[in-house]
């Protein structure tokens, strides 16, 4: 997730230093990890969570995808298409009034539900997202730590206003734990008002297991992660002639009861700025908190991942777009990042059609695939 405020400032300084620089490139390609299997989930079931970028990006997967996503858990992130358009314009709202207001620029506030309404519907006139009315019933969990100085509760709130407004189901708005802006766990990580690497702190409240419960129903107790973690190649899933954001390789955990048989749940947990295994290692995909609860509970847990982005010029590496591995809430990658043709929502998309065995989603060079419950290639 996002740094110090001061590592905020900079990177609005770089970018306003950039902007008249080519578009950054993306990671080099490394010897590629085995495609991800077919896994026949139901695809009735998908829900999505994430946090800090993490966080926007599930609000606008679930937005954009509502007739495919059946629910979303935030944590420390703002409202659809809080930062707008026109970048790199864009990016001074996501560091103002989407995220550290109160420090940075205090008289500009929190964000505006009814900007965000207006573009959500707007988008939908458009045929760039979902109809709203998939949002209808949806479950929602939103997650604000007392101490979070980087995104206030006030910019989280805002999105159960947003949710509110389209009906989407019971929307739980958990903001009694002590924790800064990281991901929560019950014992595994920093202490709970740390703000640094691996951004995972030990608060005692289980955020993935309370998130799970509130999107799935009543679940059976955690169990020992006895499953496997696959890692899959994330390229296939994208235009590689644009800016996309996503790293070469992302994560896959299968329970054990998933890998003979057909009908699982599907969620998808989205890490932070600064939290890709690039950063990290194995920490989020291993201890944030979902494998267990999906082992006792035949869930399928996709981990993608994004990449960090920098920009080379005269020699210099510059802070752009996207120097610590954020995923794309403010439009870096184009101003369709919020809809379907957004790089990053069509690339999940995409992984979702091929884990229920569909065929490759428009716009993706990803196979498809027959279901293949013993995760073949």
């Given at each position: 997730?996002?740094?110090?405020?001061?590592?905020?400032?900079?990177?609005?300084?770089?970018?306003?230093?950039?902007?008249?620089?080519?578009?950054?490139?993306?990671?080099?390609?490394?010897?590629?990890?085995?495609?991800?299997?077919?896994?026949?989930?139901?695809?009735?079931t998908v829900?999505?969570?994430?946090?800090?970028?993490?966080?926007?990006?599930?609000?606008?997967?679930?937005?954009?995808?509502?007739?495919?996503?059946?629910?979303?858990?935030?944590?420390?992130?703002?409202?659809?298409?809080?930062?707008?358009?026109?970048?790199?314009?864009?990016?001074?709202?996501?560091?103002?009034?989407?995220?550290?207001?109160?420090?940075?620029?205090?008289?500009?506030?929190?964000?505006?539900?009814?900007?965000?309404?207006?573009?959500?519907?707007?988008?939908?006139?458009a045929g760039?997202?979902?109809?709203?009315?998939?949002?209808?019933?949806?479950?929602?969990?939103?997650?604000?730590?007392?101490?979070?100085?980087?995104?206030?509760?006030?910019?989280?709130?805002?999105?159960?206003?947003?949710?509110?407004?389209?009906?989407s189901g019971?929307?739980?708005?958990?903001?009694?734990?002590?924790?800064?802006?990281?991901?929560?766990?019950?014992?595994?990580?920093?202490?709970?008002?740390?703000?640094?690497?691996?951004?995972?702190?030990?608060?005692?409240?289980?955020?993935?297991?309370?998130?799970?419960?509130?999107?799935?129903?009543?679940?059976?107790?955690?169990?020992?992660?006895?499953?496997?973690?696959?890692?899959?190649?994330?390229?296939?899933?994208?235009?590689?002639?644009?800016?996309?954001?996503?790293?070469?390789?992302?994560?896959?955990?299968?329970?054990?009861?998933?890998?003979?048989?057909?009908?699982?749940?599907?969620?998808?947990?989205?890490?932070?700025?600064?939290?890709?295994?690039?950063?990290?290692?194995?920490?989020?995909?291993?201890?944030?908190?979902?494998?267990?609860?999906?082992?006792?509970?035949?869930?399928?847990?996709?981990?993608?991942?994004?990449?960090?982005?920098?920009?080379?010029?005269?020699?210099?590496?510059?802070?752009?777009?996207?120097?610590?591995?954020?995923?794309?809430?403010?439009?870096?990658?184009?101003?369709?990042?919020?809809?379907?043709?957004?790089?990053?929502?069509?690339?999940?998309?995409?992984?979702?059609?091929?884990?229920?065995?569909?065929?490759?989603?428009?716009?993706?060079?990803?196979?498809?695939?027959?279901?293949?419950?013993?995760?073949?290639?």
């Open positions: 997730m996002p740094g110090r405020r001061w590592r905020g400032r900079a990177a609005l300084a770089a970018a306003l230093l950039a902007t008249a620089l080519s578009a950054a490139g993306e990671p080099a390609r490394a010897d590629a990890a085995p495609p991800l299997p077919a896994l026949c989930i139901d695809a009735s829900t999505v969570s994430g946090v800090s970028s993490g966080g926007f990006l599930a609000h606008q997967l679930h937005v954009a995808r509502s007739r495919s996503i059946a629910g979303a858990g935030i944590f420390a992130a703002g409202p659809y298409a809080c930062a707008g358009t026109r970048y790199p314009a864009s990016l001074f709202r996501a560091l103002t009034i989407c995220s550290d207001f109160p420090d940075l620029v205090p008289f500009l506030g929190p964000p505006d539900a009814e900007r965000s309404i207006r573009a959500a519907r707007s988008a939908e006139d760039a997202i979902d109809p709203v009315s998939g949002l209808a019933g949806d479950p929602v969990l939103l997650f604000s730590g007392r101490k979070d100085a980087l995104v206030p509760s006030a910019v989280v709130s805002t999105t159960g206003e947003f949710y509110r407004a389209f009906g019971t929307v739980t708005f958990v903001d009694t734990v002590d924790a800064s802006h990281a991901m929560v766990t019950p014992m595994f990580g920093n202490p709970c008002d740390a703000v640094e690497p691996p951004f995972i702190n030990a608060c005692g409240f289980d955020l993935a297991g309370a998130t799970l419960q509130h999107l799935t129903g009543p679940l059976q107790p955690p169990a020992p992660p006895d499953g496997r973690i696959l890692a899959f190649d994330q390229h296939a899933f994208v235009d590689r002639n644009r800016t996309h954001g996503l790293a070469n390789t992302g994560f896959l955990y299968v329970p054990q009861g998933c890998s003979a048989a057909a009908g699982c749940r599907l969620h998808i947990a989205l890490h932070g700025c600064r939290q890709s295994a690039d950063l990290i290692g194995d920490a989020f995909y291993r201890n944030a908190g979902y494998n267990t609860w999906a082992e006792a509970n035949r869930i399928i847990v996709l981990y993608p991942q994004a990449a960090a982005l920098t920009t080379r010029f005269l020699g210099i590496d510059l802070p752009w777009p996207n120097p610590q591995g954020c995923w794309d809430w403010w439009g870096f990658t184009g101003d369709d990042y919020a809809t379907h043709t957004g790089p990053q929502i069509a690339a999940l998309a995409a992984m979702i059609g091929r884990l229920a065995g569909s065929a490759a989603v428009s716009g993706s060079s990803a196979p498809g695939s027959s279901c293949d419950p013993a995760g073949g290639g």
